[in-house]
């Protein structure tokens, strides 16, 4: 039916413009149909009652009548064609004919004329397109207008018409049935309507609460699949990542044991298990430093640098980094001339990560032509800053790829080379906003990219530093001391008690806290290192029982557990410090001489 409708409509509308309601989401389909089928009734149909009329009304002599028909139906014929007519307007303008029509007929004609039935249709209609509100003031007018008729009853005026044919009994009964029967269907129908109304509202709230939910399922479920595909390929690239050291670790370590080796391929073979060994902990650093920034457990240590000094460092990184991969790619700095150093308050170690983790990018995706590392001051909103640049004429990243890259585990598409975790300039983007600047690049396909970075550029004082000495080992002498190292990786010992043999310290080794308890209960020593993760007793458990014994004898934690909130948790357990693995044998050599030093 609804089909066989809309085609009705779609024809008519080619001659008669449809009209539609705006204000009404709900019922504004059927409104919209209600009258338009009304209007195109009225001109096409209402031409059948148009003719017979006016032909009675002119044999008859009711040239009133027929001057009324005319002009109601002339009026339906210019509304159904008028296009700047509003639906509401157009609405208003039908029920206005009605109602003007059904007054009309009842004066002039009395009982013989429709002006009854014209005024009956009245309030029904308006209850439909203006619901309960409609209906109480269409039949309030028809009621006023009821009293405004009887009232012609008992004024001395010429008779009007026919009106006064009724006599003031009949005409009490038919106007109070009259009333009675429009008010008792108009107000059920708008009752209904808006009842329709109601329901229809509900449901499309539902409807659009129910496609909201939609919308967020299948976005998270996008993202699920997603991250589910970065993951997947970020755990297959660190499965090569992770094996390709490796193979160089095992593969030159088997071939140190060849005791014939020459000494200049001994010290090859170590460099190489060496950087090998710096490259596997890159990845892992990689992992934890992404893992500290998304749970904002990353915190910078501020203090003075000198850039123009640490990206120098960088320059000579970069140049042999190049030469040892044979490239033909020249590296220019690029420093602000007229001044020397520009100091600053920021965290050294982050901001060289920074530096280092573009430049590595440059050099992977540049095969040749020219890196170019430099900085300028910059102002923003009032507020100085550095801002640095990393250019290249590598392939380019192409526009759509720009917020992909720095995303976690991802990288752009590539086929002809592909290293590194994807985390790395995700790592990069946090880092930058930790040390309160921004990131952002530029690219064109086929001719480089250039990453900005900037940093506040708050001046600062350089501290001067402290010379190294010439040999490490030799300044640090704990003859007489006794040290317990409770520790259950043996190759981590191992490298305790190499780095400590020149230092004269008398060592104890043991493989978990219960037998670190029972060396003690022999002889208390001066200094302990104590592993956290260890079988049959941990280091918290054994520290907890050690405490209970003495307070003051310095444990010194050693860990793999490397995240921020670990040194908190164990300087909390009882531990004097904490040494996070890898650790280097300076840092080993300094730490034991804080505590023996004054022993």
């Known amino acids: 039916m609804a089909q066989k409708l809309d085609a009705f409509i779609n024809f008519f509308s080619k001659f008669f413009p449809y009209p539609e309601f705006d204000e009404d989401v709900t019922l504004s389909y059927w409104k919209n149909r209600l009258l338009y089928v009304l209007i195109l009734s009225i001109v096409l149909f209402g031409f059948i009652a148009y003719v017979p009329s006016m032909i009675l009304s002119v044999d008859e002599g009711l040239w009133s009548v027929a001057i009324i028909d005319s002009l109601a139906y002339g009026f339906c014929i210019w509304i159904a064609l008028s296009q700047r007519v509003g639906a509401k307007a157009k609405a208003l303008s039908i029920l206005s004919v009605i109602y003007f029509l059904g007054a009309s007929l009842i004066l002039i004609l009395g009982p013989i004329g429709a002006g009854f039935m014209w005024l009956f249709v009245f309030p029904i209609l308006t209850s439909f397109f203006f619901e309960k509100r409609g209906a109480l003031i269409a039949s309030g007018i028809n009621g006023a207008t009821l009293m405004v008729l009887f009232a012609l009853f008992f004024i001395d005026l010429p008779p009007v018409f026919l009106l006064k044919s009724y006599s003031v009994g009949a005409y009490i009964v038919n106007a109070a049935n009259f009333m009675a029967l429009t008010l008792f269907i108009s107000v059920s129908l708008s009752v209904m309507v808006s009842s329709i109304n109601s329901a229809l509202r509900k449901e499309l709230e539902i409807t659009q609460q129910l496609q909201e939910k939609q919308q967020v399922l299948e976005q998270e479920k996008a993202r699920a699949e997603e991250s589910d595909r970065l993951k997947s390929a970020f755990l297959s690239n660190m499965s090569h990542e992770i094996r390709t050291p490796m193979n160089a670790i095992i593969g030159f370590s088997n071939l140190l044991k060849d005791s014939e080796l020459p000494p200049v391929k001994v010290e090859k073979y170590v460099d190489i298990v060496q950087n090998s060994g710096r490259q596997l902990l890159r990845i892992i650093d990689d992992i934890i430093d992404i893992s500290k920034i998304e749970s904002n457990q990353l915190h910078v240590a501020l203090k003075p640098i000198d850039v123009v000094e640490v990206i120098r460092e960088i320059e000579d990184i970069a140049t042999s980094r190049l030469k040892d991969l044979n490239k033909d790619v020249e590296f220019k700095l690029n420093i602000p001339k007229g001044q020397s150093s520009y100091v600053v308050n920021t965290d050294d170690v982050r901001f060289k990560q920074i530096v280092i ?119 640090y002498d704990f003859s007489g001391k006794i040290l317990y190292v409770a520790e259950d990786d043996l190759p981590s010992y191992l490298f305790i008690e190499e780095v400590l043999r020149k230092s004269n310290i008398i060592i104890k080794h043991v493989t978990n806290g219960a037998s670190l308890l029972k060396l003690m209960n022999d002889r208390k020593p001066d200094i302990i290192l104590l592993d956290i993760n260890m079988p049959i007793m941990n280091g918290l458990k054994a520290i907890e029982q050690i405490r209970k014994l003495d307070k003051r004898i310095p444990i010194i934690a050693q860990t793999a557990y490397a995240l921020h909130d670990e040194r908190a948790r164990c300087l909390q357990a009882g531990f004097d410090d904490y040494l996070a693995k890898p650790f280097s044998a300076i840092e080993l050599l300094k730490t034991l001489n804080k505590y023996l030093s004054g022993l």
């Open 357 to 475: 983790n573009l430049v590595s990018n440059a050099i992977k995706f540049t095969r040749e032509g020219s890196i170019e590392l430099g900085f300028i001051p910059y102002s923003k909103a009032g507020q100085l800053f550095l801002k640095f640049y990393v250019k290249d004429t590598g392939k380019g990243i192409r526009p759509e790829a720009f917020d992909l890259i720095f995303k976690r585990f991802a990288q752009e598409n590539v086929t002809d080379y592909k290293e590194g975790t994807g985390l790395g300039l995700s790592i990069t983007q946090g880092l930058v906003a930790l040390l309160g600047g921004e990131i952002w690049l530029e690219s064109e396909i086929g001719k480089g990219t250039t990453f900005f970075f900037t940093i506040p550029y708050v001046s600062a004082i350089l501290i001067s530093k402290e010379e190294p000495a010439k040999n490490l080992f030799a300044q």
